[in-house]
């Protein structure tokens, strides 16, 4: 039963005695962890930064302009030359999309030579106009967030040095150019957009071939107002801000109002929810990450109310400590599932930004035990910790959440996590031209894959965008791409 009751009931924390022992490791502070000192630091942090070089250099000299970079045959993935990998494909458009996500990287590295080639390779180089049809959601988050990122780190690099004088927001421009591309996608009633969209003919039938979907995520639907407002507050035209508000308002009012929790699945036209079950990972994950994340970019407290009202439900009914198990929004004391997907692992950061330290620290656990048993989280997994779906993507949310407790409580512990992490990425997913990733964590098999934004495992996830503003408030940032988060994170251990 893995720990769950019969019946579709709730976790039984008796059923696992293992967690009494997680408990007194994680809650009671019974970790022994000796000092790292100053040269071990230092030797960690300059492994980051060659790791970096390693997957950055493989891209530039094998796979671009690609999208990405297949690293097991040491060449680009070109949608269309390559075999479908169906949805996962959507991200790739033909326009040099992991160069892009890793702009705003080169420049925080202070890589600004090479930043300053980047950045002109973006602008000569890549069109947004190709006749190829898109994921809004990777496409916001990968390509308007890597924009936006690049032009503020380009401004401030003008700003405050006497390299790229010449730049004059170009990366702004392709931003909003960008940005009204995809605006077709939300030509519906309801104002959640379409799921995808054609870079050059928007959703016009028979060109656009598409347009033609009733469902979208949750998380695909409420991951957008991070980027829409930072465009607008950027060029001064409302438009983008507007349908991303619009977007989330929807979701908001439609969600269950008894538990106040959403589905993972909703009708883009009538606002059904089409599939019921709830929880923080996969399909949602982004939706409660980018309200919170809008109250703080944006000081609207409209945002923190409902943020609020989600997570009060969230630990309320999804949270089985350690556990994060999804339920079902009308009935949510019954389980939906007995499993975990690793898009969770957000969660603890998201917690710290909160300020509820505690369970936390309690998933947190959970979750590096996970991964001390098969060397990386699991695409999916059991409550007794069994493999459940074998992949794993390189995904980066375990590293964000290690990051944001280490910085808040100042434990050590969480050093030696990170140590683990850069181990483990090294050991297993290391290859001569890059990084792979894992096809199986049982065997160690590998994917010609790298993630897409991936330059030292700047893995999607989303929604990072805004964290370095947190971190570094003097960039004046509006939105950043996600693909510096992993590096930061990885190299703040250290310095």
């Not at 280490?406 to 090294?426: F, P, R, S």
Request: hydrophobic residues 40%; contains cysteine; charged residues 20%.
């Amino acid at each position: 039963m893995s720990g769950v009751e019969s019946g579709g009931g709730r976790f039984s924390s008796s059923a696992l005695p293992r967690w009494l022992l997680l408990f007194a490791v994680s809650c009671l502070g019974l970790r022994m962890v000796a000092a790292m000192g100053k040269e071990e630091k230092r030797q960690l942090r300059d492994q980051v930064l060659e790791m970096f070089d390693h997957a950055y250099q493989n891209y530039m000299k094998h796979a671009y302009p690609a999208d990405e970079l297949m690293p097991l045959t040491c060449r680009g993935r070109v949608r269309g030359l390559e075999p479908s990998r169906g949805d996962v494909d959507d991200a790739l458009g033909k326009f040099s999309l992991t160069l892009i996500d890793t702009l705003d990287t080169l420049a925080l590295l202070n890589q600004v030579e090479e930043f300053e080639i980047a950045v002109k390779k973006v602008i000569n180089d890549v069109h947004l106009d190709n006749d190829i049809v898109v994921s809004v959601f990777e496409t916001n988050i990968r390509v308007l967030g890597g924009l936006l990122g690049g032009h503020s780190m380009a401004t401030l690099v003008k700003e405050q040095s006497e390299q790229m004088q010449w730049y004059n927001d170009d990366l702004l421009f392709m931003a909003k150019e960008l940005g009204y591309r995809l605006l077709p996608a939300f030509n519906t009633t309801s104002g959640l957009p379409y799921p995808r969209v054609n870079l050059k003919h928007g959703l016009r039938r028979p060109q656009a071939r598409t347009g033609t979907e009733t469902d979208t995520c949750t998380a695909c639907a409420g991951t957008l107002i991070l980027e829409f407002a930072a465009l607008s507050r950027l060029t001064g035209d409302p438009v983008f801000e507007q349908h991303a508000r619009k977007a989330l308002d929807f979701l908001w009012e439609r969600r269950q109002r008894n538990s106040n929790l959403v589905g993972t699945t909703i009708n883009i036209h009538t606002g059904d929810w089409v599939r019921r079950d709830s929880g923080v990972g996969a399909g949602i994950d982004s939706y409660y990450e980018y309200l919170f994340k809008a109250y703080i970019l944006l000081g609207d407290d409209g945002y923190l109310q409902r943020f609020n009202t989600h997570y009060a439900a969230i630990m309320k009914y999804i949270s089985q400590p350690p556990l994060l198990l999804d339920v079902h929004i009308h009935k949510p004391l019954l389980n939906a599932r007995t499993w975990m997907d690793a898009l969770l692992a957000f969660f603890p950061g998201l917690q710290v930004l909160k300020g509820d330290i505690r369970p936390a620290i309690e998933t947190h656990e959970m979750l590096y035990q996970v991964t001390k048993k098969h060397n990386f989280l699991p695409e999916a997994f059991t409550t007794d910790f069994r493999v459940h779906w074998a992949q794993h993507p390189l995904r980066p949310e375990f590293a964000e959440s290690t990051y944001f407790l280490y910085k808040a409580t100042g434990d050590k512990y969480y050093l030696e996590v990170g140590k683990t992490i850069i181990e483990n990425l090294n050991k297993y997913a290391r290859v001569p031209c890059g990084f792979a990733a894992m096809k199986d964590v049982r065997t160690g098999s590998h994917e010609d894959r790298s993630a897409p934004n991936f330059f030292l495992f700047v893995f999607c996830t989303s929604s990072i965008k805004t964290d370095v503003c947190f971190i570094m408030p003097e960039s004046h940032c509006g939105s950043l791409g996600t693909s510096w988060y992993s590096v930061l994170s990885l190299l703040s251990f250290w310095y």
